[in-house]
């Protein structure tokens, strides 16, 4: 609910100069059933309007069977959006989704939202999507659901070993969908400089290469240096270095963000802000920290170390590497 309440204030910030906001719709059954099972529907389904633990770590309220669909809706949207107008979009959205595989929710997450969106693309014709998790940990359930589909590039960079175990670079996909997961685990302590070197040493070259027709990205910001769930060292400023490469990354300007974590909650909003702010190219008054470039000097050693792992892993796949 705290976070809504973040999601409720940003938005109003930014609606407030302009920036356009649409209410959200659900996803259909027949939007879900792209990456969830039917039996998996039916089950999450039986929740709605109860209380229910199906995980340690994931409990229903007599509403989330709802908001949920909303979530994955509401991430189509800003698909459909991006795709429609070549510009930047935004799916302020709670619960998460990266986490919930075909068949299993876990991690707080219900359906899978951004798996929905990239399906649901591809359905209506887009070639080439790549998905890109920034989040702090890494998204299990995106990785499996595309694990053999070449047309879905999955890309994300996350602490290693931490929740959910997996993620380790020689993940990389199956059959047709090998070097198509690309995964770089960071040691914990990870800092700006660390991303810094491994999206300009690997993940954009990757990214140019399969040249996407749209980019959806987990947007998770618990890698920031204030979250009490992680132990990495990403700044605000960092991430908006992140959105802003990421942005260029998409050529014609389809690119969606999605929210997945972020639990210290002025960190949170100082990094919804400080992205919004690269995609508009607009400015508001926040009262957040953003006060200038990332921090890309340090020392990279665990990013030196992803990468030896991820070339290892990837060998054969990508020649940019």
């Not at 960079?157 to 380790?168: E, K, S, V, W």
Request: hydrophobic fraction near 45%; glycine fraction near 10%; charge should be negative.
């Amino acid at each position: 609910m705290e976070r809504a309440h973040v999601f409720d204030a940003v938005a109003a910030r930014w609606t407030g100069i302009g920036i356009a906001s649409t209410a959200p719709r659900p996803a259909s059954r027949d939007e879900l059933i792209r990456v969830h099972s039917a039996e998996y529907l039916d089950a999450v389904a039986l929740c709605s309007g109860r209380a229910v633990m199906l995980d340690p770590d994931t409990f229903t309220s007599p509403e989330s069977v709802e908001i949920a669909a909303l979530a994955a809706g509401a991430t189509i949207q800003a698909a459909e959006h991006a795709i429609a107008n070549h510009e930047p979009a935004f799916a302020l959205v709670r619960p998460p989704g990266h986490h919930a595989e075909r068949d299993r929710s876990m991690g707080f997450c219900l359906y899978n939202n951004v798996a929905v969106a990239a399906a649901s693309a591809i359905a209506r014709g887009v070639g080439r999507v790549a998905i890109v998790d920034i989040d702090v940990h890494h998204g299990n359930g995106t990785q499996w659901m595309f694990y053999d589909d070449p047309k879905v590039l999955y890309v994300s960079t996350h602490q290693y070993p931490f929740y959910p175990g997996t993620g380790a670079a020689n993940e990389i996909g199956t059959g047709e969908g090998a070097g198509f997961t690309f995964n770089v685990p960071l040691e914990m302590g990870a800092t700006d400089a660390d991303y810094a070197l491994v999206y300009r040493a690997a993940i954009l070259p990757v990214l140019d290469a399969f040249a996407p027709e749209l980019v959806l990205v987990s947007a998770g910001f618990d890698a920031h240096e204030r979250d009490p769930l992680a132990s990495m060292r990403v700044t605000t400023e960092g991430y908006a270095s992140l959105v802003k490469q990421l942005i260029g990354a998409s050529r014609n300007g389809s690119i969606a963000f999605v929210t997945e974590g972020g639990y210290d909650l002025g960190a949170l909003a100082d990094c919804l802000d400080a992205a919004i702010a690269e995609a508009s190219g607009k400015a508001v008054e926040t009262g957040g920290t953003v006060s200038g470039a990332a921090a890309t000097n340090g020392s990279t050693s665990r990013a030196e170390r992803a990468l030896e792992a991820v070339r290892a892993a990837q060998k054969g796949h990508w020649q940019a590497l």
